[in-house]
């Protein structure tokens, strides 16, 4: 059996409802996914990883996936760390209240 595993950082508020541009080309970006599978013979190693709401008994591997930023320009993804370091030092007038 495999699991499917959706990791979300940082809050809808700032993902959704803020607009977001690419470091390198400026482009408007979209929300896409990093995907990671996770074995079974690696999961207890895996500790960066949070399985405790599953069932690894049963598991061959985990599918985990988490949100971040797509340029469909530069086809890279950008994490919503990298992108919230970005923003704070370009426009730091910005960042009251975020
Ligand atoms: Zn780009």
């Known amino acids: 059996m495999k699991a499917t595993k959706w990791t979300y950082q940082g809050n809808p508020f700032y993902t959704h409802f803020k607009k977001h541009f690419c470091p390198r080309c400026g482009t408007k970006v979209k929300l896409g996914y990093e995907r990671k599978i996770i074995y079974r013979d690696s999961i207890i190693e895996a500790r960066n990883y949070d399985f405790s709401d599953l069932d690894t008994n049963w598991l061959d ?7 971040c930023f797509f340029c469909p320009n530069c086809e890279i993804n950008i ?4 992108m ?4 704070e030092k370009r426009y730091p007038f910005q960042r009251k209240g975020m």
């Open 61 to 67: 591997s985990v599918d985990f996936r988490t949100r």
């Open 79 to 82: 994490s919503f760390k990298e």
């Open 84 to 87: 919230k370091e970005y923003e």
